[in-house]
């Protein structure tokens, strides 16, 4: 049965509000829009020039495409960028949560690509936004040019320890347990995002109606079925999952995936190491 992400229309305008505080640190000219599609509004920041190639931005669980902020500037000199807040998500699209087991969120993802006038286009998530991708990618590849994909969390079993302190989190989303839950995920080494980042994470925390939607572990045949032109990058120090194991399973199912492990990165890469990500998916995109 589907649920609604926002605990109350309080809680949402709370998260719309930290939304119009996080857009003030988007430092490039951007525009919103809504899109309709059988799934529900889906919202979307527009930047960057038309004539470069598009690139289509899936951002992590539990928060929206204000993500991107330390990676826009940087994405936005190669590449038309359409950041998507994902149904479902603490963003400003319908809340209405679908299924991870079934095909809606790759079927939405379509409506959207349409919706956008994309026949094809490069795709970019990170966490549940790459697990997002991979189900897109593996469905629909004639609509992929090249894939990346960031921290998934669906590549293995996750962490107990990792699952209960992300339960702990959502339960009891205090300013203090938001921050530490942050803290357990990232790297020590990292570089630590400004503080009206994690105040915008702490909102969202505390709007937050608790997911109970599980996210299936991608078994090996759907890894082999991968475009050839994907780069998976993890963080060395991620907790989500064996980083060991996970690069294991793809080079055995997936060996025409590139693999790119980020020292001093857990598992908010793009944010933890922003220069360092930034390096390494041009090089992939092969553009310098």
Known sequence: MSTKAYKSTQAKKAVMDSYSLMLEHWEVPFQERDLE???GTTHVI????????????????????????????????????YAVDIVGEMGKSDDTRLSYTTDDYPNWLGEVFQELSLSHSNLLGTSLGATLSIQFAIR????????????????????????LKGLLSALFPTSSITKSFYRYITSPNSIQPPAWGLEDQVVRSKAQRLNTNT????????????????LLILGKDDRIYS??????????????????????????????QPEIFAKTFFEFMNVS
């Open 37 to 39: 599609t059988s799934f």
């Open 46 to 81: 527009e930047s960057g020039d038309k004539q470069n190639p598009p690139l289509v931005l899936l951002h992590g669980g539990g928060g929206n495409s204000t993500m991107w902020f330390p990676n826009i500037v940087a994405l936005t000199q190669h590449f038309k960028i």
């Open 140 to 163: 629909t590849p004639e609509f992929i040019d090249q894939l990346v994909l960031v921290a998934p969390p669906s590549l293995e079993k996750m962490n107990t320890g990792f699952i």
């Open 215 to 230: 996210i299936p572990v991608v078994t090996e045949e759907d890894l082999s079925k991968l475009p050839e032109s994907t």
């Open 243 to 272: 980083i060991d194991a996970a690069v294991n399973k793809v080079k055995k199912a997936a060996p025409q995936v590139t693999i790119a492990v980020i020292e001093n990165a857990g598992h908010v890469v793009t944010v933890e």
